[in-house]
């Protein structure tokens, strides 16, 4: 997730690609010279995604296209289903990543919420909210409803009214990941940040709750003999005054050891990414709940926000880098091809309604302009959220689970790879991107003169 | 011990050190071979907190720690604080390792032509041997500069000792980078002779050594450790499928950067910050890798440890007395055992080999190279601190007294 000044030159840019010429040449012939990938792996794994990664990102910034989006594409050319030079083992190994980095994109989140622009927002968070959670879930629940992919072709109205409902709920998740991920690299600030910032950290929230109701309105649906329960709510409301507690908890303690330590926060974080985020699953906690309100509580009841975003974002950069380019490598690219017709209709209906809802609710809410023509952008994304929501699914119901959750990768895939395009496109058109800032060359004078 | 209870308790080490780098270094010995000790208290063979399954779930970790610590003495090679080596410091240095190393190998392959090792060949041997050599030649800088540092010392000899101990390590990265070219793996699909997969070593760490200081040329902020880590993890774990010797390669790495940067002085202060916090951790699982049992089930190889080490106390002691007669004739004769003290490249090394060659030869090494640490601290520290107050070098006798205390 770096940006260059340099690098923009003719020069960089051929340095760029020499440099991952060099890097995909290592791993190509380290392919070639030995099919075992032995016992390191997995760090020549995470080697080979971040510098891939990083340069990928690089190359695609040319043409506009955000950072994130050169990690995908680097993880795709190097996982296994492009040129194998990672195996199938090894990119399941580097999910070990993944807590880190959804620690780490949480509590960045929640910092970067205040409670000034919250609250001067409210109106259109809460507008848009109702707006795109009512309307994307009933009307993506409909467009699957009609289109009925071949593995419910044959199921009752009834039952296929349960699973478009389901899909529904797929349909209404956001990529709090890729949002930051876009954020960070523009370093925007602006109404159109500030609202895909607040909304998808938001969504989340939303997303658990209605995926509890869902579930629980659509088992009876699918599985005629269950009857109506609401235990899952009991769950629910544990899962979240729980983790809202735990996440209040934690950001007094963050902000305690900011305030009267400060140091080594790239350990404290780490040790929060791995360590906490166990401790949760334990606890049946969420994790992104909990860094969240833990990110929020730092930044909008301690004077450490600043200093805190600075240290996630030192961390993160690299963090990042790794998980989406693992992402990328995780792409189940033959999936992709097999149900890209019903992929891309869903896909495609999911842009429109959200682009509708987008501009019903900003007319509603008398947004600003840029949130007004733009306010949709940011919510095509769809990542780690979506893809566990399909898990659930695919585990809930076996009976036709995994079958949705092969469309829901496909779609996902192709969200993954839009979206951040689409946000950055935005951003940039409504001048909220900035510049870089210095490069390691720009402090070589300053350490030596000092 | 579950292994989230593993990496936290690593993590803790990892802080710890980094805090001892703030505070100069002279907390704890100066090898850190406590730090092994404990991991050989919580290991499988003592408390059995950690399992050998978790330490190799673990060894990627390893891999890369030790990988970036040889990229550290590389970024740094030839130079203390901030300054080059003298040439005649250098040339010191490398040869002291290499007597030892020499004195070592030699030793130890007499003594395993003589005595037969139930699992031991005489290509084993002759591995046994070198990485002997590799394991002992060097002297810790830590335990110099430990002393510089705690007993405030500076003068023309505790330089030359700094500027010797920064020198050493040259020697036994390059035997070990030749060991691993010599013994290969099987399952390649390419043969090529042992000096062209030593050649490859090089060409690799040069190559990307290179392309991190291209990168850097534009990086910014996280972007230059993103570049810095994914070079070092290409590197280790490119080498250890092609069998090199991971730590000879980021070496190497570390040298060539250092070289083609115009950031090296930025990079050599950001990354030497990171020494300790990698080091403690490494060590403890260092500890926890040592396995006894070879040793139990052939008495010979005790044998080999201690002759090896008498060979490196002999070699230690010719070293010195080249040291006096090229730079300091106003030493005493034994001014060789000063130059005893080993610590984390002597450790990597051991460790290094444990990881490549599993059982009675890996795992002898990696117990030679820590009780080589040890007899460090307990002859060459006092020995070095007496030096120092002896020719007036170290003349603060209340910091003195009271670490002593």
Redesign the interface.
Known sequence: MSSSKHGKTVLGRIVDVFSLAVVFGIGYGASRVTSSFGEAAIAFALGLLLLGGTLMSELVEIIGVPHLTGYLLAGILAGPYVFHLIDHATAQKLEAVNSLAIALIALAGGAELRIDSLRQGFKSLLTATVFQTLFGLVLMAGVFFVARPAFVRDMPIVALAGVSLLWGVLAITRSPSATLAVLSQTRANGPLARFALSFIMASDVVVIVALAVVVTIARPLIEPGVALSFAAFRDLGYELLGSIAMGTTLGLALAAYLKLIGKQLLVVLVALGFGATEVLHYLSFDPLLTFLVAGFVVQNLSRQGDKFLHAIEETGGVVYVVFFAGAGAHLNVPLLREFWMVALLLTGSRVFVTFMSAKISSRVAKDEPAVRTWAWAPLVSQAGVSLGIAQVVARQFPSFGPHFRDIAIACIGINELVGPVLFKFALDRVKETKQPSPSLDDAEPTVLNS | MSA?AL??GL?LL??LG??IVRGRATHGLPSGVEYACLGFVVGPHALGLVDRAMIDDF??VI??AL?WLAFVVGLDFGRVEGRRVRKRAMVLGIACALITGLVVGLATFWLLSIAHVAGIERTGALVLAAGAGAVTAETTRFAVDWARARYDAKGPVSALLFEIAASDDLAPLVVLGAIFSVSRPA????ELPAIGWFGVSVA?GG??GT?TA??????????????L??????????????GLC?IFVTFVMGVALAAAS??R???R?MVGATER?VLLPMLLLAGARIDLNPLFQSRMLVVVIAVLLIARVTGKLLSGLLVRAAAAPALGKFVGVVLIASGPISISSGLVLA?RFPGPIGDTLLVAAVVSAILGEFVSTFALKRLLFRIGEATDPAAAGGSAS
Do not use: K, N
């Open positions: 989230i990496l936290m993590l990892s802080y980094s805090l060894s990627p891999h890369v990988g399952g390649l699909s390419v690799l190559l990307l392309v291209l990168l850097l040329r534009s990086a910014e902020g996280y972007a230059v450790w993103g570049a880590l994914g070079t070092l993890m290409l590197g280790v774990g490119t080498a250890e499928r092609f991971s115009p950031a002085r930025v990079l202060t916090s990881l």
